[in-house]
């Protein structure tokens, strides 16, 4: 079925006449209002609503066209992924399941290792909720139900709290594993909603695009995303099973409804990884009926196993030493964190296995380094949220080396693992800021010099501003020793987790293996400890502010919109895809605009150049004949086909030319840190290549050293910044739609 058949207008002003050319602008990350992202002081929405609108410069205020007659448009998409507070919070505590997605789609293209990566990265992600949920176990059954209910100098004063402390330890447990059956509940209904979040969008029908990229947006771009928030829930109430379990068998020992229990709840467990491991099951969309029955049972036995646990834990009378902490409570933080190190490793293997030729790029360690990320930050917030639990707990009590309420020996292990790592990767990159430098402005003196040739003193201190801007540019690309060495420093974090099986402290385990003092050791634990707080907090007010101010938008904004921008694939409960619907509805309103007639020329600025090629991978090719594509600061080639092989890889790329016939034109600067050319220029006559070099366009940045009279200041440095006052931008936009009129 057509694009235009199957995509509504929705208002708007009166349509230009036909055979006119549409120029339709897509904003990149920090976005900015319709007025000035069209330069026009008075702009209406024509489609779309509040959160991805269309709009247009209203007539009758001034020039309502642009370069060469053409009519003004704008996609303003920055609302689709901000939004209430509430909802941006959400997002920063969902980080970590964020970062593990985005890991799924940086797959090599190679079939085996790629496929081998989908499923580690799958195998993460449910790990990560198993910590999240050993997290909640660790504060309400380990801190609260066990050690502090266990110390009347800690329910001293708690009201809310002490009520239970003449309680036998059973039901007291059985009364707070609610907190984490709530917890896990949370998760349930926001992963339920998140797909909710654009329910004004008519989302399209008919068959998905025939590339990997094209097919966001589509009915059936993820169809297991359902089956795996199922799986996930599943696996979090088994692992709060077991929990319980453990303590059942600590007070009645080994009988016949505790290896029942124990049985079925290991089973939910082995069940959820092996249909990780099967992802052709889960992404089925033949004889889902089957597949869905299978996720369906899972999840409900997992309900039942948890409800006949907790009740079988209300009743139990048994004695045992409950302020020593939850049993096996130590042992299940080890087993997990070590289980993600070998998930990890797994993940490093088969990335450098199915590597292409990257020289001096991220692309095979593209997955481990998000992966690394995501399992890091997930084992932050566990940590630091049983020891803020912990330090509130703890009140007044005496201070010795181990207080009655510290959670588990694991924890403290990654407190100071984190401090490790932190030094170390800043160390690492100070060192590569360091080494490259002379390089980096070797070859930024060569470009300089081929600028501006005519050197002076009067311009000295200007070119070597000029030089310094574009060898900080040129760092992007050299940020892959640096991602391997961050990685290299979690494993290593997360191995010395396992020093905690022989009740070692960290001080005296490392002064005894390295020979530093204790006191270093015990201050650098510490220290990781606030530095945890310090990441949580600054992700807290960074999430807050991060689409109502632009300072905050201009450092976080490109990593949290590459985030969102993919699929939930590998975590249902990673953040909702804006792009599911901002690409769908662009490839739309170009099919609308065409099938009334018009030409549309496409441009897009920095991130809003991978939503246009996904946009334009979905049109027909009939609609394509009447499209060109005009991208500038693109991160296409720098980030996305580096980090995304198998989704914008250069093939992809090509094709996309191929199908606009090349009426593609992408305009870079040396001093742009994030957009960059595109494609490697052709030698030799072939016409392919030679259309393909065509297609990226340099600009001088900045176009002069001096103002030579024509102004009172130097001419300024654009980096990154759109090129839409640009006068060679204008060239750019009249080239483009005279070729579209000529066919």
């Not at 990350?29 to 247009?56: E, M, N, T």
């Not at 947006?217 to 199922?230: D, Q």
């Not at 029955?293 to 196993?305: I, K, M, N, P």
Request: net charge positive; with cysteine; charged share 20%.
């Amino acid at each position: 079925m057509p694009e235009s058949s199957r995509c509504r207008a929705r208002g708007g002003c009166d349509p230009p006449p036909p055979g006119d050319v549409v120029e339709l602008r897509v904003h990149g990350v920090i976005g900015a209002s319709a007025d000035d992202i069209l330069d026009r002081p008075h702009v209406q929405r024509v489609a779309g609503d509040s959160k991805g609108g269309f709009y247009r410069p209203r007539r009758g205020y001034g020039d309502s066209r642009g370069a060469c007659g053409v009519v003004l448009e704008t996609y303003r998409w920055s609302d689709l992924r901000s939004g209430a507070a509430a909802r941006t919070l959400s997002l920063v505590l969902l980080l970590p399941f964020m970062a593990c997605n985005v890991a799924a789609w940086m797959r090599p293209r190679a079939k085996v290792s790629g496929g081998v990566v989908w499923v580690g990265c799958r195998l993460v992600g449910l790990s990560l909720t198993a910590l999240y949920v050993l997290s909640f176990v660790g504060v309400a059954l380990d801190l609260l139900a066990c050690k502090c209910m266990s110390l009347g100098s800690c329910l001293g004063g708690r009201t809310w709290l002490s009520w239970l402390g003449g309680q036998p330890v059973g039901l007291r447990m059985a009364l707070l594993a609610l907190v984490p059956v709530a917890a896990i509940w949370v998760l349930w209904v926001v992963g339920s909603r998140c797909g909710r979040w654009y329910e004004n969008f008519i989302p399209p029908t008919g068959e998905p695009a025939d590339t990997l990229l094209g097919s966001i947006g589509t009915h059936n771009a993820t169809p297991g995303v359902v089956r795996l928030r199922s799986i996930h829930v599943a696996t979090g109430l088994a692992v709060l099973d077991l929990s319980l379990i453990a303590a059942l068998w600590a007070g009645r020992g080994p009988s016949l409804l505790n290896v029942l229990l124990t049985f079925c709840a290991v089973l939910t467990l082995v069940a959820s990884v092996v249909l990780l491991c099967v992802p052709s099951v889960i992404d089925a969309v033949a004889g889902t009926s089957v597949v869905d029955g299978v996720v369906h049972a899972l999840r409900s036995t997992a309900v039942v196993v948890t409800i006949a646990v907790i009740g079988w834990v209300a009743f139990d009378r048994s004695e045992w030493p409950a302020e020593n902490g939850l049993p096996g409570h130590d042992v299940a933080v080890v087993l997990l964190v070590g289980t993600q190190g070998v998930l990890l490793a797994l993940l490093g293997i088969a990335a450098l296995v199915g590597r292409e030729g990257s020289r001096g790029k991220l692309r095979w360690s593209g997955p481990l380094l998000f992966a690394c990320l995501a399992v890091g930050l997930g084992v932050s917030f566990a940590t630091e949220f049983n020891y803020r639990v912990s330090d509130y707990l703890d009140r007044d009590l005496p201070t010795p080396d181990v207080l009655p309420t510290s959670p588990v020996l694991p924890y403290k292990w990654t407190m100071f693992g984190f401090f490790v790592s932190v030094i170390g990767a800043a160390v690492a990159g100070a060192a590569m800021v360091l080494f490259t430098r002379r390089h980096r402005r070797r070859t930024a003196d060569g470009i300089v010099a081929r600028d501006f040739p005519e050197a002076d003193a009067r311009t000295a201190r200007r070119r070597e501003q000029v030089r310094d801007a574009i060898a900080r540019a040129q760092f992007t690309e050299r940020l892959r020793p640096l991602g391997v060495t961050y990685c290299c420093l979690v494993a290593l974090s997360l191995g010395f987790t396992a020093l905690a099986l022989d009740e070692l402290q960290p001080s005296v385990a490392v002064e005894s293996l390295v020979s530093l003092p204790s006191d270093f050791v015990s201050a650098g634990t510490q220290l990781g400890s606030y530095l945890m707080a310090l990441l949580f907090v600054g992700l807290f007010f960074g999430g807050l502010f991060a689409y109502r101010t632009t300072a905050f938008r201009r450092y976080i904004g490109t990593l949290w919109d590459l985030g969102m921008f993919w699929p939930r694939a590998a975590h249902p409960f990673a953040p909702p895809c804006y792009a599911e619907r901002a690409v769908p509805e662009l490839a739309c309103r170009i099919s609308m605009l065409v099938g009334q007639g018009k030409y549309v020329l496409v441009a897009a600025h920095s991130h809003g150049s991978i939503l246009a090629l996904a946009s334009v991978l979905q049109l027909e090719p009939s609609v394509l004949s009447r499209v060109a594509l005009l991208t500038h600061g693109s991160p296409l080639r720098r980030f996305y086909s580096t980090l995304f092989p198998a989704y914008v890889g250069s093939d992809v790329l090509s094709e996309a030319g191929r199908r606009l016939g090349w009426r593609w034109v992408n305009l870079w600067r040396d001093t742009d840190p994030i957009g960059s050319w595109i494609f490697t220029p052709g030698r030799g006559a072939d016409d392919a290549l030679r259309q393909r070099s065509a297609v990226d366009r340099r600009l001088r940045d900045p176009q002069d050293l001096d103002a030579r009279g024509r102004d009172t200041v130097w001419p300024p440095m654009c980096g990154h910044q759109p090129c839409v006052t640009d006068d060679r931008y204008e060239a750019a936009v009249c080239e483009l739609s005279e070729r579209l009129r000529t066919g």
